[in-house]
């Protein structure tokens, strides 16, 4: 099973957005500065999550729960959300 930033990366690329765009608006959720080049850096570091931030988790989470759990309202992934964190 991949995890979670692989997941998002994979939403997103369904999505049609190129990865530039995906991380400018993770950026703009998160107040982040992530460059185009994270996720090879995540890659290296054998995705591992250990040093994201929160919110920027959660963020991931909204975009691949919906796309794992079908038939939830916004409200319900949003109380996953909180509790898987």
């Known amino acids: ?3 979670l ?3 998002w990366i994979q939403v997103e690329r369904e999505a049609g957005k190129k990865q530039k765009d995906s991380i400018s608006e993770l950026n ?22 250990e040093r994201t931030p929160t ?7 909204a975009r691949v729960l919906p796309t794992l759990i079908e ?4 409200a319900e992934y949003k109380k996953l ?4 964190t």
Not at 28 to 49: D, H, I, V
Not at 81 to 84: F, G, H, M, Q, V
């Open 1 to 3: 099973m991949t995890g």
């Open 5 to 7: 930033f692989e997941q």
């Open 28 to 49: 703009a959720a998160c107040n982040t500065k992530y460059t185009e080049s994270w996720p090879s850096k995540m890659q290296g570091r054998g995705f591992s999550l």
């Open 55 to 61: 919110d920027v988790r959660r963020y991931m989470m």
């Open 71 to 74: 038939g939830k309202s916004e």
């Open 81 to 84: 959300i909180i509790n898987l």
